[in-house]
């Protein structure tokens, strides 16, 4: 199992390719979207990036869950109810939900996925 | 106009690579303002046509079951103007093929010099991801008969490919 730090490099990398950002900007608390200018599509092209970096499977919404944000039964009124959050617990264990909770609005989210959480997400594939 | 920007296939080896050439012409339209007295063939174009060489390759791999998107130029480079007169081979082979996206690389050359070089990313969208149907199936048939896919494209035994019977 590699180090938090061989992980942390090869995320950087991907990220740098998939993204066109300086290395130096990819700090393990900048924001995927609001500081790395992430797209929906770049999420598609980081998950094919860090399935070849590390050998692992990323199944489709597992990184981003954006079937839970767009669903009716998750989101009422723009936000993340209880049991969307309930879904996202379960399905992000590797990302911390506390700052989001005290304003789960679905379009909060994105701002939220920081590169430490990519860190933490392949960490925890690789001990699977 | 109509939006193709390959000519015909050279190779076609399924979910393996592609050859296409497209011939660069004074008679297209955009080359009359770009630039008067200097026609060049924009590298933007030359991207579509790596697009389009890569694009059914990797269409054809997944049986045309999704609609096959140009999502991202991950990267491109291009070392000189391809112009009126130059015939541009556009070599395309898959990298990563997965259900929901593709990963390309795609070179062009005019003779043995190599005029550019990209690896483009596709995503394959489903009915209702935000995609209107692009093609009819005889329309598109048309098309890949009009690419002579079926006329020298093979599996990756060697075998013809089945022209569709759509």
Known sequence: MPSRDEIFEKVRSALVDALGVDEDDVTPAATMVG?????????????????????????????????????????????????????????????????????????????????????????????? | MRWFWIDRFDEFVRGRHAVAVKNVSLAEEHMHDHFPGAALMPNSLVVEGMAQTAGLLVADAIDYNRRV???????????????????????????????????????????????????????????????PKLFEPEELLRWLDQMHIYDVGRDQAGNPLPRPDW
Do not use: W
């Open chain 2, 69 to 131: 998107v140009l999502a991202k130029v991950a990267a491109a480079e291009f070392h000189f103007d391809a112009v009126p007169g130059d015939t541009l081979r556009f070599r395309a082979e898959i990298l990563d093929l997965k259900p929901g996206g593709s990963f390309t690389r795609v070179s062009s050359t005019v003779e043995d010099r190599l005029q550019g070089e990209a690896e483009l990313f596709f995503a394959h969208l489903e009915p209702g991801e935000g995609v």
């Open chain 1, 35 to 128: 500081d790395l200018g992430a797209e929906s599509i770049d999420f598609l092209d980081i998950v094919f990036r860090l399935e070849k970096a590390f050998g692992i499977k990323i199944p489709r919404g597992e990184l981003f869950p954006e079937d839970v944000l767009s669903s009716a039964e998750f989101v009422s009124n723009g936000k993340v109810n209880a049991a969307g959050l309930a879904a996202l617990k379960a399905r992000m264990p590797f990302f911390d939900l506390k700052n989001f909770e005290q304003n789960p609005s679905v379009q909060n989210f994105p701002n939220m996925l920081t590169v430490e959480d990519m860190v933490r997400y392949v960490q925890s594939k690789l001990a699977a």
